[in-house]
């Protein structure tokens, strides 16, 4: 009888011990909150970390004090209001543990998230040195999350605030461009202090920022949910993609490490990069093939940044040049251009050995082989045709499992928002600015149901009701048709999503950048306007200016002979046309075929007309991925992309 009732007190005694240890592990402040931070203005902050369950634990900064206690998850929370805008001031924090935080600004906090255009580095962007140099700005703040994946709840962000200077801006994993051109535009105009979190990943769709019970209401998600949790249970690695649990279970090359600069291949066959899949006995079937050889380089190896050109290739490939990992890729950088770091190469015999990954008959290396090559930093080329040694790795054809999608990065559902997102939750802050679209764009329609409720997961998060939301809607991408497409591209869906969705949710809104882009390059080095025109939406809608947020918008149009007058609202200053001539308007008539129009200012509207279309039933302006921008109004916006049909 003692032992049966001996045995359950054993067991609560060995739980609450892996309790505390558990929390122990957890810092007893969230890192979140830290010296050079930002504290939200003007509204209830919530202060939280970890402690002993039951311990009390008091917060003060400035005369303002809060009390809390940890519960039984060792968490606590504290709530107070901060003191005026300004510092810098220090929060104290008492309990178990003794913790001051210095330098701390009260200010209004921004959460930067999207894919690499909000994360592209000032450093990169145009005149980026010389923008960089100028980077001093103390009333200005960042807190960048590093990328990390999570299959489950993340409760511990990673990161610390930094004040706003050069050094916090290398060309990788620096300080957002788009963010620092708005955080320096409101600064200057308001005298605010600005936090910047950013929280941004390239290459990611929207999904992978979304609360996971979102996405089980949403059937055709329930399939990569399902994967997911399988690797979950497993305890396998948070990858945040599907293809490298794929390489783990089926790659014998990666498990043999056949990418080292030292392996005996001499079992391989000889072959090239443009035969390989025929030569090695794959040519239908999808499979993975390692692909190795060697190169000479000149004594002294020219200096300069050095990049392997692969060209187009399907599906995805791995490239390794003396044993180190140089580029990976399926979809964000075709053609293939990856850096070498310049303690890489080596002069004489350098080892190159490349994994590819084929799903279709004709995949691949696409590209001529003459285009496939490395460029050294003196712009020598050594080129990559020619023998190499090659073997199969993975056979895939049926009935061998392929993997559920192709990206090497993170682009899981639900991910980024159990990594990147909940752990910053419940931080008190005054907004996000949202770039993001590029990677949603083959399922574009979809993107109309996940942005929305993207925003409401957010705001549930944080708890703040419908803070703003400003939405970066795309620039000008690809090459420009010469002729107007009958039907929208899913770069141009994204963006009328884009505008619709900031039109339509409480507390968003969008602004255009259609006028800035790089037809070759998804990443534009232009971010000026774009971080700008976001501020001119905070500076009108949190700080009460006067100013104008967006350029020429659709109203209406009416119905002349031969002819459509377009109305607009978004006039200010007057129509403004910019370039040789007011173009790129099209315009359709009951048999929907649409052709150019000539288009001519009247007042505040555009009157357009065809001499191919007599009677026009329908006009669209700017309906393409690159279009050619030349409405303007006189605060120098660009007009909304738009089209009065919904065919």
């Not at 979950?232 to 990858?239: C, D, M, T, V």
């Not at 187009?312 to 180190?324: L, Q, S, W």
Request: aromatic letters at 10%; glycine letters at 10%; charged letters at 20%.
């Amino acid at each position: 009888m003692l032992r049966a009732l001996i045995a359950p007190v054993l067991v609560l005694l060995f739980c609450a011990r892996l309790a505390a240890a558990d929390v122990a592990a957890l810092p007893f402040v969230s890192p979140v909150f830290g010296e050079h931070m930002v504290l939200q203005r003007g509204k209830p902050n919530r202060i939280w970390g970890w402690s002993t369950p039951g311990a009390e634990v008091r917060v003060e900064i400035a005369g303002q004090s809060a009390r809390a206690t940890a519960a039984a998850d060792g968490r606590w929370q504290a709530e107070l209001t901060p003191p005026p805008a300004g510092g810098p001031y220090t929060l104290t924090i008492d309990g178990p543990q003794h913790v001051e935080i210095g330098d701390i600004l009260v200010g209004d906090v921004w959460l930067c998230s999207g894919q690499s255009n909000m994360e592209f580095s000032l450093r990169g962007a145009r005149d980026g040195e010389a923008e960089v140099a100028a980077a001093n700005h103390p009333g200005i703040r960042f807190f960048r999350v590093p990328t990390k994946s999570a299959y489950g709840p993340v409760v511990v962000p990673t990161g610390e605030w930094k004040v706003c200077a050069p050094e916090i801006f290398p060309m990788w994993g620096g300080g957002s461009a788009v963010a620092y051109y708005f955080a320096r535009k409101v600064n200057a105009e308001t005298g605010v202090p600005i936090g910047v979190i950013q929280s941004a990943v390239g290459g990611t769709p929207a999904e992978c920022w979304m609360e996971p019970a979102t996405l089980e209401r949403m059937p055709e998600f329930g399939p990569a949910l399902a994967e997911i949790a399988r690797f979950k249970a497993r305890g396998e690695p948070e990858y945040g993609n599907f293809i490298s649990h794929w390489y783990d279970a089926f790659d014998r090359g990666q498990k043999e490490e056949w990418g080292k600069a030292q392996l005996d291949d001499s079992a391989w066959k000889p072959t090239s990069l443009k035969t390989a899949f025929a030569d090695l006995g794959v040519p239908e079937s999808p499979a993975v093939v390692w692909l190795r050889r060697d190169i000479e380089l000149p004594d002294p190896v020219p200096a300069g940044m050095a990049k392997v050109l692969l060209g187009v290739v399907e599906k995805m490939d791995t490239v390794f040049i003396n044993g180190r990992w140089i580029g990976a890729s399926s979809w964000v950088e075709n053609p293939r251009a990856y850096p070498i770091a310049p303690e890489v190469l080596r002069p004489g015999r350098n080892t190159v050995a490349i994994r590819v990954l084929k799903t279709k008959p004709d995949g691949g290396f696409t590209t001529p082989a003459a285009d496939l090559k490395i460029v050294l930093g003196d712009g020598t080329a050594v080129p990559l045709e020619g023998t190499w040694k090659g073997t199969v790795s993975v056979d895939a054809r049926a009935p061998h499992p392929l993997p559920f999608a192709y990206e090497n990065y993170p682009t899981m559902p639900a991910v980024l928002f159990n990594g990147m997102i909940r752990p910053l939750a419940p931080l008190a802050l005054t907004g996000a600015l949202w770039y993001q679209g590029e990677a949603n764009q083959f399922k574009a329609q979809q993107y109309r149901t996940l942005l929305p409720a993207m925003i409401a997961d957010w705001r549930a998060a944080f708890g703040q009701g419908d803070f703003p939301f400003y939405i970066v809607s795309l620039p000008a991408f690809m090459q420009r048709k010469s002729e107007p497409p009958a039907a929208a591209d899913g770069w141009t869906q994204i963006r009328e999503i884009q505008l619709e969705i900031g039109h339509r949710v409480p507390g968003a809104a969008t602004i255009v950048t259609v006028d800035t882009g790089d037809a070759d390059n998804i990443h534009p080095t232009e971010k000026v306007p774009v971080g700008e025109r976001l501020a001119r939406l905070a500076l009108k809608n949190v700080y009460g200016r006067d100013v104008v947020t967006a350029g020429p918008t659709f109203a209406k149009f009416e119905k002349l002979s031969g002819a459509l007058r377009i109305h607009f609202t978004g006039t200010e200053g007057g129509l403004v046309v910019k370039g040789d001539k007011l173009g790129e308007f099209a315009v359709a008539g009951e048999d929907k075929v649409w052709h150019w129009a000539e288009a001519r200012l009247e007042g505040d509207m555009v009157v357009v007309s065809s001499a191919q279309v007599p009677q026009p039933v329908a006009v669209r302006y700017a309906w393409q991925a690159n279009p050619l921008a030349t409405l303007f109004n006189g605060a120098g916006l660009p007009a909304a992309p738009f089209r009065s049909d919904n065919w």
